[in-house]
C-alpha cells in the first residue's frame, strides 16, 4: 500500500492557495478606474460631470446668448486678489413665468438676482442652497448668493405656470 506523502500534499495546498491570493490581488488592484478616472467620471449635481460643465460658456455683459439665458448687466471681480465676478442679473416675473431663469457663473462667483415682479406676486427658489426670494406685484427683490459648488442647481417657482422654471449652473474654474 502506498503511504500519502503529506509534506508534498501541504506544500501543493501551499502553493495552490498562493496562486490564488495571488490571482485575486492582481484582478482587484488592476480591475478598478484609477483615482483620475474616477474623479473625472464623479457626477455633480445635475448629473453632469466637471468636464461637462467646463464646456458649458458663462456669459459676459454684452454677450448674444440662447433666448431663456441670462446675461449679466454686471459682471465685476468681486475683490482684488481674486478670479471671482460679482455678476448681476435683473428678471422679471410676468403672465405665469419668470423670464430669463437659466443662469450661468464660474465656481466661487457671486450672483446677484433682481426679480420683478410685474404683474402678480411671484417667489423664486433654488434648490440646492435653501434660497428664496418673494417679490409681490410691482415690487423688486434682490437676492445674493456665492456660489460654491460645480453643478447644475434648479429654480423653482410655485406661482409660476410650471414649477422648476430653470436653473442655474456653476462651471468649474
Known amino acids: 500500500m502506498n503511504q500519502i506523502n503529506w ?15 495571488i490571482g485575486f490581488l492582481v484582478w ?28 458649458i460658456p458663462v456669459p459676459e455683459p454684452g454677450e448674444k446668448v440662447e433666448q431663456k439665458v441670462a446675461v449679466p ?14 455678476r448681476i442679473f435683473e428678471i422679471k416675473g410676468e403672465n405665469g413665468t419668470i423670464s430669463p431663469v437659466m443662469f450661468r457663473a464660474y465656481q466661487n462667483d457671486i450672483i446677484n438676482i433682481k426679480l420683478t415682479a410685474v404683474d402678480k406676486d411671484y417667489e423664486l427658489r433654488l434648490e440646492g442652497y435653501n434660497l428664496e426670494v418673494k417679490a409681490q406685484k410691482g415690487e423688486t427683490k434682490t437676492i445674493e448668493f456665492q456660489v460654491l459648488n460645480p453643478g447644475v442647481f434648479n429654480l423653482y417657482c410655485s406661482e409660476c405656470r410650471t414649477e422648476k422654471v430653470g436653473n442655474v449652473i456653476v462651471v468649474p474654474r
Open 7 to 21: 509534506k508534498r500534499v501541504w506544500a501543493t495546498v501551499g502553493v495552490a492557495m498562493g496562486v490564488l491570493i
Open 73 to 86: 448687466k454686471e459682471a465685476v471681480k468681486a475683490g482684488p486678489e481674486t478670479e471671482s465676478k460679482l
Open 28 to 55: 482587484y488592484l488592476f480591475s478598478k478606474p484609477s483615482p483620475v478616472v474616477q474623479k473625472q467620471e464623479q457626477k455633480l449635481p445635475g448629473g453632469l460631470t466637471a468636464e461637462d460643465l467646463k464646456k
